[in-house]
């Protein structure tokens, strides 16, 4: 019969677990819009703010090209943010 002390293992999780909550905590209450893509520009996560200002509903958006869902052809990413922000 093996025993192993997993005692290390449950700390390493509760301290992700934490990790995780703290920064899902801060990105979904931060006053800003955040957009995280891969590198190939489909959006992967966005805050509920982001979706505040591009008036779409929660989720709607994830997986899709960011170039579709912002046309920021002739303007900088911040510029339109700001100039489409919610006050």
Do not use: P
């Amino acid at each position: 019969v093996s025993m192993n002390d997993i005692t290390e293992s449950k700390e390493n999780l509760d301290n992700l677990r934490e990790s995780e909550v703290f920064i899902s905590t801060i990105f979904n209450s931060v006053g800003e819009g955040i957009i995280v893509t891969d590198s190939g520009g489909s959006i992967l996560v966005c805050n509920s703010i982001l979706y505040e200002i591009l008036q779409y509903q929660l989720g709607e958006i994830l997986g899709e090209k960011i170039s579709s869902i912002l046309d920021i052809s002739n303007k900088s990413a911040e510029e339109f943010l700001i100039e489409n922000s919610v006050e």
